[in-house]
């Protein structure tokens, strides 16, 4: 059973930054990607940004350039720095596992788990 544990998250003006946290527990954190996805009201889940076991990193159109990814092995941990917030940003940002199709980027994943953190709120005020 996967146990992810989402932190970081808090209310910034335009243009700061905030890194968020993500403690999982269970062999898939060290044999799968983990997704950064977030959820805004109103709309569907997405990802974002990913790394997979390796190091390599994906993102999304949206955050590229801005949102960095990294993982800590040794504590089962991964961390997505946001920088340069917007107020599209804000949103509730959850971590999970993730099956990425190969040169797809972001776009095309399967979900090798349905378990879901409770999520961390990002607002970006204006």
């Known amino acids: 059973q996967v146990q992810l544990v989402e932190s970081g998250g808090g209310l910034v003006q335009t243009g700061g930054s905030l890194r968020l946290s993500c403690a999982a527990s269970g062999s898939i954190f060290s044999t799968n990607a983990i997704g950064w996805f977030r959820q805004a009201p109103g709309k569907q889940r997405e990802l974002v940004a990913a790394?997979?076991?390796?190091?390599?990193?994906n993102y999304a159109d949206s955050v590229k350039g801005r949102f960095t990814c990294s993982r800590d092995n040794a504590k089962n941990t991964v961390y997505l720095q946001m920088n340069s917030l917007k107020p599209e940003d804000t949103a509730v940002y959850y971590c999970?596992?993730?099956?990425?199709?190969?040169?797809?980027?972001?776009?095309?994943?399967?979900?090798?788990?349905?378990?879901w953190g409770q999520g961390t709120q990002v607002t970006v005020s204006s």
């Open positions: 999970n596992a993730v099956d990425l199709t190969p040169g797809s980027g972001v776009n095309y994943y399967t979900l090798p788990s349905d378990t």
């Open positions: 790394i997979t076991s390796g190091g390599t990193t």
